[in-house]
């Protein structure tokens, strides 16, 4: 599995990635690189996990790795979603 640095650097260069799951077939849910904007974390990189307009997960490094994040938000299936990309880049600046 990439690490969170990787996914990160991936999505601020490739820009948004749509992911292949969705609840229904009209909310698209997209990832992108992005830095919190409030809070305690303000600053701290994160990926942010879209359907249109709203936010729906907010990913940060300390949260990379587990099936949840911090505040009980299921994540495993992100690994899936982003992997695929993320291989695909890496092994492409190898060969």
């Not at 942010?48 to 709203?54: E, I, K, W, Y």
């Amino acid at each position: 599995m990439a690490t969170f640095n990787q996914v990160l650097n991936f999505l601020d260069m490739q820009g948004p990635v749509r992911l292949p799951y969705a609840t229904n077939e009209n909310i698209v849910f997209e990832a992108t690189a992005d830095k919190c904007q409030r809070g305690p974390r303000m600053g701290q990189p994160v990926i942010r996990v879209t359907s249109g307009r709203q936010t729906n997960i907010l990913i940060y490094a300390q949260d990379w790795g587990n099936s949840y994040t911090k505040s009980g938000t299921l994540i495993a299936h992100i690994y899936d979603a982003l992997n695929p990309y993320i291989d695909r880049h890496i092994l492409r600046r190898w060969e």
